[in-house]
Structure formats: structure tokens, C-alpha cells
């Protein structure tokens, strides 16, 4: 396993984490999952084997459960693992168990960490943008943890390019300690991180740490133009995210992902991490599991090695049209891009036909 350091700071994670939605699938979340204390365990052990010494959870999933299994599942080896939480989507009738704001934080750091039977976490996100509080008050909160000690560094989820900057900027210019990792999502198919979340995320010194690489589902061999999810699964029982924009360009990436998995023997999950792995711009990536067997694959893809005429087949199935400033900036200002936008700008120029 390789181990990258988060963003700008000096924590060193593995380029695989191991997410845990599919952890107790209770609460709402059972179509993740079912995955109890036992099987949890035995997962955190191929995961150690493999050197993904990295857990990621939410308050979110399964409304806490899933973060009691994890905690048991880690129970006597604290030592050796780096974990995450987060926390932010609404819990339960109270209106302050939500968002960024002071209360909400200081209050789910307690609770989550008494679920995994822990004194800190490695990194706390804050899991969705609050647009309603102020953002010093979220930076200012997030340091007084850094500072108490119950957790080490802070990071943000699906946040926009503007608000990943602002919170930044707060942060650095007030004196907290600001964010240095964000967890956003990014597939072969769904690539609107590209036109700012990564680039931002590399000028910034922001880690970015991907969440569902294989589309919730989407992209796990069992969906295609003659194929329809098994009920088993997230898409077939009825999950209601991702938003996908165009099915047909979801098949066609499908068509060229199955393409390039038979040059590898592969599965069409294990392409699709391994593209995503090596991408520009991205840190590490969550990947997940219901079963050993999944596991076992899943860690597998780590070794697959995509040749660029198999990136390039994939990337520009999908390639996000060049929306302004891209167009603009790929037509007028191309040599004087950053290198964390250069490599989007290349792709835009041939969706555009403009020659070397």
C-alpha cells in the first residue's frame, strides 16, 4: 500500500480508506448493508494485512450504528488505525443537532466518539456546507477541538469551490487551524469536481479524499444497458442518490470501463478504482465493501496498473463539457493555467478541437 500525506500537514495515510456505510444497515440504510460486529472485525483485519490502517464513518450512517461497529471492530488496536467521522446532515427532532454550527459540533465529537470507544478521531469532518452559519464560528470550533486534543486535523464534505476557499481563507487569516482534507465525490461518470473542487483543493494544500469512487452503486458491474441492479443492492432498492445527468453517457462509460477490465481480467469495480486512484489532483480514496470476497477484489485493484491509452478511453467518455471560465480560459489564457488546472484544460481543448 502506498501512504500519501493528507493535504498540507504531516499526517500520512494510505492511498485506500476503507468506508463503513455498509456497517449494521440500520436506520434507513439497510439496502448499504448489513455487516455486524464479527464480519466488521475480519474486515478491519484484511484491511490492516493489507496496510489500510484507515476508517472512515459518519454519525449519518445507520444514525450512529455504524460507527458502534466500527468502534467494536477496532476495540484493543486504537493505536494502529486512523479514523474519521463526521458530522452535520440532521439527526433525530432537536434543531440544533445539525449543520457546522458551535453546538452541533461540540456535541456529536462526544457522541461520536463514545460509539467508537475512543478519546479522538484522526480527522472530523464537517459532512455538508452550512450556509446559515457563520463560518468563523465552524473554524473556531473545529480548532478548539484540535486544541482540547479530541481530534487531530478537521476536514469539509461536498462542499463548492467558493466555500472550500472561504473557509480556508477564514481560518488562515483569523488564526485557526483551518481544514486540510476535503472528501468529495468524484467516478469515472461524475466528474464536476474537475472544473474547480481539485484544483482548489491542490492550490490550497487540501487533501482531497474521495468518497463513493464506483457511484453508490452505479459502477459495480452489475448495472449496464441490458442489466438491471439486483435488488440486493443500493440501486436496486431503491437509493435515492446519485443524480445521474445522462444515462446514455453512463452506459458508455460502463462500455468502456467492461472494455478495459477484459484487457486485465478484471472486474468492472476494480477498473474503476484504479482509475480513479491515479487521477490528477486525487488523494486518497474510500472504498468499501459488503462481503470479504468484495473486500478481497476491492484491495486487489490497488495493484492494477491502467496503461494512459486505457485512461484516456475512460476519461473521455465522460469528459466535462468546458463551461466558463474553462472554455474561455482554454481559448485565451492555456499557458498561463496552474498545473492543478492544466490537465482539465487539455482535455477541454480537444472537446473544443483546438490543435497543439
Do not use: C
Not at 490502517?53 to 493505536?79: H, P, Q
Request: hydrophobic share 35%.
Amino acid at each position: 500500500m502506498e501512504y500519501i500525506y493528507l493535504g498540507n500537514s504531516g499526517l500520512r495515510v494510505p492511498k485506500y480508506i476503507l468506508g463503513t456505510v455498509p456497517f449494521s444497515g440500520t436506520n434507513g440504510f439497510e439496502a448499504a448493508g448489513d455487516i455486524d460486529e464479527n464480519l466488521a472485525r475480519r474486515m478491519v483485519d484484511m484491511s490492516l494485512e493489507a496496510g489500510i490502517n484507515m476508517f472512515d464513518t459518519a454519525n449519518l450512517y445507520s444514525k450512529g450504528d455504524a460507527e458502534k461497529v466500527l468502534g467494536s471492530a477496532i476495540k484493543g488496536r486504537r493505536d494502529e488505525v486512523l479514523l474519521t467521522s463526521k458530522t452535520g446532515f440532521p439527526l433525530g427532532g432537536n434543531p440544533n443537532a445539525r449543520g457546522a454550527s458551535r453546538s452541533n459540533i461540540l456535541t456529536s465529537i462526544d457522541q461520536s466518539l463514545e460509539r467508537l470507544g475512543t478519546d479522538y478521531l484522526d480527522v472530523y469532518f464537517v459532512h455538508l456546507w452550512d450556509g446559515q452559519t457563520p463560518i468563523e464560528e465552524t473554524v473556531e470550533a473545529m480548532t478548539s477541538l484540535v486544541k482540547s486534543g479530541k481530534i487531530r486535523h478537521w476536514g469539509v464534505s461536498n462542499y463548492s469551490g467558493w466555500a472550500l476557499a472561504r473557509t480556508f481563507t477564514v481560518a488562515e487569516q483569523s488564526g485557526n487551524i483551518p481544514p486540510i482534507t476535503q472528501q468529495i465525490y468524484y467516478t469515472p461518470e461524475a466528474r464536476e469536481a474537475e472544473y474547480e473542487l481539485l484544483p482548489a483543493g491542490s492550490e490550497l494544500g487540501i487533501g482531497s479524499m474521495i468518497w463513493s469512487p464506483l457511484g453508490e452503486g452505479l459502477l459495480n458491474g452489475k448495472i449496464g444497458r441490458n442489466k438491471q441492479a439486483p435488488e440486493n443492492t443500493r440501486q436496486g432498492a431503491g437509493w435515492p442518490e446519485p443524480w445521474v445527468q445522462d444515462q446514455e453517457r453512463l452506459y458508455q462509460v460502463i462500455d468502456a470501463i467492461e472494455e478495459v477490465a477484459a484487457n486485465h481480467n478484471a472486474s468492472v469495480p476494480q477498473i474503476a478504482y484504479s482509475w480513479v486512484r491515479d487521477r490528477p489532483n486525487v488523494g486518497p480514496i474510500v472504498i468499501a465493501a459488503r462481503n470479504e470476497e468484495q473486500l478481497k477484489e476491492n484491495i486487489a485493484s490497488f495493484e492494477i496498473k491502467l496503461t494512459q491509452e486505457e485512461h484516456d478511453l475512460i476519461e473521455s467518455t465522460a469528459r466535462p463539457v468546458p463551461i466558463y471560465p474553462n472554455w474561455h480560459r482554454t481559448m485565451s489564457s492555456f499557458d498561463m493555467s496552474s498545473p492543478s488546472e492544466k490537465t482539465y484544460l487539455e482535455g477541454y481543448k480537444k472537446s473544443m478541437g483546438i490543435e497543439e
